[in-house]
């Protein structure tokens, strides 16, 4: 009698083991809908509403899933509830590429090369037909822990143009960092190597102070490895400071991810909803090798997607994967990420400082006097809405909440005034965006030890059914992610087909 319970209960304990009791199981058929689509995107970013829109000119029917309550990811844009006036305060300007111009072109937007116009001069008041990153300003230099006034040594414009010639010329020898992450092996030591030491083995300090300012977000760029800075400051920057950059002719890029909505059709687009659960290897109510994603919505409940393809265009850490059933290959490279930065943008208003002068951040005693972070990178006048300024404020690491951020912004905006004994007051928060994590990273000693070989792999697995697009993938840039999707992302996807 005792071996035939105990036979029992061993029986019950093994079959307990090979039932798995996950999501899908738990919620078997309890899902409002089945959606079958030839493409699933996960993430309504810029990587992933470019790639559905790419899809569906090729006759891909997809669906895409997003957790805001809106398409675009980075990109805000601030309209003004009584003069309508539009401020990006995320995304604002794209590099001169035919992506660029391909994209508004089909969306049928205006695009506007930035020095093809005249300019307001700095100290003379915006001119509010154009967009509001146009306008130009005077600049004050100040240390932005005490207000003191800061005298930067300045290089000559013949040292600083030199300077970027021999960065283009340094850079084209590694051109394919443009397009992905494509390395050779064994990778160049330049590219895993502190940014800062590049800087200097290749004399290019007359040129940084100019990258750091529109590399704002990538924290503390002189120690980041080389292949991140850049790919966020590339060649394609160096022709733009020339040849100009581009933008919204109206100072509205949210209206590329709205045009795009209707372009695959809001039908085609979960808001508000999360992936909670993936089957990709095997199937549980439909026939066929697809994949399958239980999906959390806001107002109907889990539907349950079923497609040919994924394509996963959010950031790949694994606090964002929590219910995919990853294969042993994605769980150890993307483990590999580290949180590497904060970037938090917004406008404030009733600051009540000098509307023609920027305040840039430059810290005393340190390396090109950038700033000590966390901090605002500059406290700068919108120009074209009275008394309202940007914020873009950044951290080496992402895990400062929005109330301590909003503190730190508050307590600087203070120094500033104070220093030019201007009265105190509390600014008012008008849109407040966090962008962080900013840029997956990964340590430089996996760089060379063949990371982003692992990573480039996975394109195309699970049998053709699985796919990657996003800032982790190549770098946190609308342009280069919309030829990356072009070249890298859609053609991959085609061999399968």
């Given at each position: 009698?005792?071996s035939?319970?105990?036979f029992?209960l061993?029986s019950?304990v093994?079959?307990?083991?090979?039932?798995s009791?996950g999501?899908?199981?738990?919620n078997?058929g309890?899902w409002?809908e089945?959606?079958?689509?030839?493409?699933c995107?996960?993430?309504?970013g810029?990587?992933?509403?470019h790639?559905?829109?790419?899809l569906?000119?090729?006759?891909k029917t997809?669906?895409v899933?997003e957790?805001?309550?809106r398409?675009g990811g980075?990109?805000?844009t601030?309209i003004?509830p009584?003069?309508?006036?539009?401020?990006?305060i995320?995304?604002v300007i794209?590099q001169?590429?035919?992506?660029?111009?391909d994209?508004f072109e089909?969306?049928?937007l205006?695009?506007?090369?930035?020095?093809?116009v005249?300019?307001n001069v700095?100290?003379q008041p915006?001119?509010?037909?154009?967009p509001?990153?146009m306008f130009?300003?005077?600049?004050?230099?100040?240390?932005f822990?005490?207000?003191t006034?800061?005298?930067l040594?300045?290089?000559?414009s013949?040292?600083v143009t030199d300077?970027?010639?021999r960065m283009s010329?340094?850079?084209?020898?590694?051109?394919?960092?443009?397009?992905g992450y494509?390395?050779p092996d064994?990778?160049p030591?330049d590219?895993y190597?502190?940014y800062?030491?590049?800087?200097?083995?290749?004399?290019?300090?007359?040129?940084?102070?100019?990258i750091?300012?529109?590399s704002q977000?990538?924290?503390?760029?002189?120690h980041?490895p080389?292949?991140?800075a850049?790919?966020?400051?590339n060649t394609?920057?160096?022709r733009a400071?020339?040849?100009g950059?581009?933008t919204?002719?109206h100072?509205?890029n949210s209206?590329i991810?709205s045009?795009?909505g209707d372009y695959i059709s809001?039908?085609n687009?979960l808001l508000e909803?999360?992936?909670?659960s993936s089957?990709r290897?095997?199937?549980?109510?439909t026939?066929g090798?697809?994949a399958?994603?239980l999906v959390?919505?806001r107002?109907?409940?889990l539907?349950l997607?079923?497609c040919?393809?994924?394509v996963?265009a959010?950031p790949?850490?694994l606090?964002?994967?929590?219910?995919?059933?990853?294969?042993?290959?994605e769980?150890?490279v993307?483990?590999?990420y580290?949180?590497a930065?904060?970037?938090?943008?917004?406008?404030?208003?009733?600051?009540g400082?000098?509307?023609?002068l920027?305040?840039w951040?430059?810290?005393a005693?340190t390396?090109f006097?950038?700033p000590?972070?966390p901090?605002?990178y500059?406290?700068?006048?919108v120009?074209t809405?009275d008394?309202v300024?940007w914020?873009?404020f950044?951290?080496n690491?992402p895990?400062l909440?929005?109330d301590?951020?909003?503190?730190y912004?508050?307590?600087?905006?203070h120094?500033?005034?104070?220093a030019q004994?201007?009265?105190?007051?509390?600014?008012?928060w008008l849109?407040?965006?966090?962008?962080?994590?900013?840029?997956?990273?990964?340590a430089?000693?996996?760089i060379?030890g063949?990371f982003?070989?692992?990573?480039t792999?996975l394109?195309g697995?699970?049998?053709?059914s699985?796919?990657?697009t996003?800032?982790?993938?190549?770098?946190q840039?609308?342009?280069l992610?919309w030829?990356?999707n072009?070249e890298?992302?859609?053609?991959k996807m085609?061999?399968y087909?």
């Amino acid at each position: 009698m005792l071996s035939i319970l105990l036979f029992a209960l061993l029986s019950h304990v093994h079959a307990t083991d090979l039932h798995s009791w996950g999501i899908f199981d738990n919620n078997f058929g309890e899902w409002s809908e089945v959606i079958e689509r030839d493409v699933c995107i996960v993430g309504g970013g810029a990587s992933g509403v470019h790639a559905a829109v790419s899809l569906v000119d090729l006759n891909k029917t997809v669906v895409v899933v997003e957790r805001n309550n809106r398409l675009g990811g980075d990109t805000h844009t601030y309209i003004h509830p009584e003069t309508n006036s539009l401020v990006d305060i995320g995304v604002v300007i794209f590099q001169p590429l035919s992506v660029v111009y391909d994209f508004f072109e089909k969306l049928n937007l205006p695009l506007l090369n930035m020095s093809a116009v005249q300019w307001n001069v700095p100290g003379q008041p915006a001119n509010t037909s154009q967009p509001a990153a146009m306008f130009a300003t005077l600049r004050a230099d100040v240390d932005f822990r005490d207000g003191t006034d800061i005298l930067l040594q300045t290089d000559t414009s013949d040292a600083v143009t030199d300077a970027f010639q021999r960065m283009s010329d340094i850079l084209s020898q590694y051109d394919y960092i443009l397009h992905g992450y494509d390395l050779p092996d064994p990778v160049p030591e330049d590219l895993y190597m502190p940014y800062g030491a590049f800087i200097e083995k290749y004399n290019l300090t007359a040129a940084f102070r100019t990258i750091y300012q529109i590399s704002q977000g990538m924290g503390d760029l002189l120690h980041v490895p080389t292949i991140y800075a850049v790919k966020y400051f590339n060649t394609g920057d160096i022709r733009a400071l020339t040849d100009g950059y581009l933008t919204h002719a109206h100072g509205n890029n949210s209206e590329i991810y709205s045009r795009a909505g209707d372009y695959i059709s809001y039908d085609n687009v979960l808001l508000e909803s999360i992936v909670v659960s993936s089957n990709r290897r095997k199937n549980l109510t439909t026939e066929g090798s697809r994949a399958e994603l239980l999906v959390s919505t806001r107002d109907e409940g889990l539907k349950l997607l079923s497609c040919t393809q994924v394509v996963l265009a959010v950031p790949p850490e694994l606090s964002n994967l929590a219910g995919w059933d990853l294969t042993d290959q994605e769980q150890e490279v993307f483990s590999r990420y580290i949180a590497a930065n904060g970037y938090w943008t917004g406008l404030v208003k009733n600051v009540g400082l000098n509307q023609t002068l920027t305040s840039w951040n430059a810290a005393a005693g340190t390396p090109f006097n950038i700033p000590v972070l966390p901090a605002l990178y500059d406290l700068s006048p919108v120009g074209t809405i009275d008394d309202v300024w940007w914020i873009k404020f950044g951290a080496n690491n992402p895990t400062l909440t929005l109330d301590q951020v909003k503190s730190y912004v508050e307590r600087e905006i203070h120094t500033i005034q104070r220093a030019q004994n201007a009265t105190l007051t509390k600014p008012e928060w008008l849109i407040f965006e966090s962008h962080s994590p900013f840029h997956l990273q990964v340590a430089p000693e996996d760089i060379k030890g063949g990371f982003f070989k692992r990573l480039t792999a996975l394109q195309g697995g699970l049998g053709g059914s699985m796919f990657y697009t996003g800032a982790a993938f190549h770098t946190q840039y609308s342009s280069l992610l919309w030829r990356f999707n072009r070249e890298v992302l859609i053609p991959k996807m085609m061999e399968y087909w």
